[in-house]
């Protein structure tokens, strides 16, 4: 029975990178020596009675994520520092469909304590997010022009924004069950800024094949809260204009409430193997201030030539016909947005108490999208208050992703630093990934006595599974290893 659930678990995790990849912090996930990597699965304890998180710098995060092409994929060198589109790869490499994204999480407080084998933690986050969605064709029209498609339609659904500017107030805990399974929890109410949602976009572009007019028509529908003022009179969008809200008034707004939840389980499987999961993200935002809802529909054909480029008035009579056949409603609608759900599970081998290796598997869905990655990582901790990390990952259908982190210090001021792609830095140009955590934490209550205490219950945070009835078969087994050296370590 352990050999099969063994077999599916792992099955999860090649499930996991068969489409697009995605990511963010495979790293830190299996770094439990860092409070941080609790935002990742809610079960990971505390190791110590108490953290606080610096106000803004205990964690800093960012993230970049292609899912299709980097620079040098789309564009290739035509001498003299200059480029040109690489047609060759839009046409035949160039997936359907394609993503970008961008994540800049900034904690603003964090407060964590440890009662008992209860690990709590509160803190408050900004979070902005951005993903941006389209179809190979789009981009086929824009660097090789319309003569691919004469007689056809380029279909243009699948176009689409999301950006989301929200602050989330979490609280989590976490507790060891009697046969050292590790459950977790977190609640988080969240409180919407500014967004920007495509409902539809069912757009497309005929060419006829004799007279080269193009026809546009479809619908497109755009939810909106964000501080300006429109002006669609008569059917016709005519202007947007900021409305002066202050900074102030927007980051105290909380007309736009929202909530979600995160779970996690760590699950001891043997001595050295330990399966775990989490499900993030697990919520919605009703927005219900600053609304504008943008609903265009129409037809438009453009029979050309195109007149001069100097002349203003024929841009601007182009431009205007352009509009005017266009059926445009602006209305101030309340809508809700769902959070990108994120899933993410771990297999992790302990060799020895310093020494480990697992595999990471996250997945994240937008919409119908999905985005996941898989990560081998290797942790090597020589000392309670110094760790180290290598990774590689597949991801964004690349291979070229190798991730480096670390954290020093332990009592009572830690630093780490974790990229899931180090490359990033010396290819920035081939790269369809960037990533970077970092942050300064508060830890104290870390006595020798409350860290033995810990490993004979299994509730260090760094090498939870070693429950005392293992402790001793462990030890004969790597004789080498010395008890006081095995009590006075992190696991």
């Not at 941006?132 to 924004?161: R, S, W």
Request: glycine share 8%; hydrophobic share 40%.
């Amino acid at each position: 029975m352990r050999k099969l659930k063994l077999a599916a678990f792992a099955g999860i995790l090649s499930l996991m990178a068969l489409t697009v990849k995605a990511q963010q912090n495979h790293s830190l996930y299996l770094m439990h020596a860092i409070p941080e990597s609790n935002l990742l699965n809610p079960a990971i304890p505390l190791s110590c009675k108490w953290y606080i998180g610096l106000p803004v710098l205990s964690s800093v995060h960012l993230n970049y994520k292609n899912s299709s092409f980097s620079f040098n994929n789309l564009f290739e060198s035509s001498g003299g520092g200059a480029y040109q589109p690489n047609l060759d790869f839009i046409s035949n490499k160039l997936h359907w469909r394609n993503a970008i994204g961008t994540e800049i999480h900034l904690q603003l407080f964090a407060l964590g304590y440890k009662y008992k084998g209860y690990s709590f933690i509160f803190s408050a986050t900004e979070k902005n997010n951005l993903m941006v969605t389209f179809p190979k064709q789009i981009v086929a029209l824009g660097f090789d022009g319309n003569g691919q498609f004469l007689g056809k339609t380029a279909g243009l659904k699948g176009t689409g924004i999301f950006f989301n500017h929200y602050r989330e107030y979490a609280i989590g805990v976490s507790k060891e069950t009697g046969n050292g399974t590790i459950l977790g929890a977190r609640a988080k109410l969240l409180f919407g800024k500014l967004n920007v949602s495509t409902k539809k976009a069912n757009l497309g572009l005929f060419t006829d094949k004799t007279t080269y007019n193009l026809e546009i028509d479809g619908q497109i529908l755009v939810n909106s809260s964000l501080p300006i003022l429109v002006d669609a009179a008569n059917n016709r969008l005519n202007s947007m204009a900021y409305n002066d809200a202050s900074p102030v008034a927007l980051a105290l707004n909380r007309k736009n409430p929202g909530f979600a939840i995160d779970l996690g389980i760590i699950y001891p499987w043997t001595e050295q193997i330990t399966l775990s999961a989490s499900a993030l993200d697990l919520g919605f935002i009703r927005w219900r201030s600053n609304l504008n809802s943008f609903n265009g529909s129409g037809n438009y054909v453009f029979t050309g030539p195109l007149g001069s480029s100097t002349s203003s008035s024929y841009w601007n009579n182009l431009g205007n016909s352009f509009l005017d056949s266009i059926h445009f409603e602006v209305t101030p609608k309340k809508y809700f947005t769902f959070l990108p759900p994120r899933f993410m599970a771990a297999v992790d081998y302990r060799y020895n108490p310093q020494l480990a290796a697992g595999l990471v598997g996250n997945l994240l869905v937008y919409k119908t999208k999905a985005m996941p990655s898989l990560s081998l990582v290797a942790r090597y901790e020589p000392f309670r208050y110094l760790g180290f990390m290598a990774s590689y990952t597949w991801q964004n259908y690349s291979f070229n992703s190798v991730g480096a982190g670390f954290y020093i210090g332990r009592k009572p001021i830690q630093f780490y630093l974790v990229t899931d792609n180090l490359m990033a830095a010396f290819k920035p140009f081939d790269t369809r990934n960037v990533n970077l955590r970092f942050g300064f934490n508060i830890i104290f209550g870390c006595s020798k006595k409350a860290e033995k205490e810990a490993v004979k219950k299994g509730g260090n945070s760094a090498c939870f599974g070693y429950k005392d009835q293992h402790k001793k078969s462990y030890l004969k087994k790597f004789k080498p290893w010395k008890v006081k050296k095995y009590e006075g370590s992190t696991y």
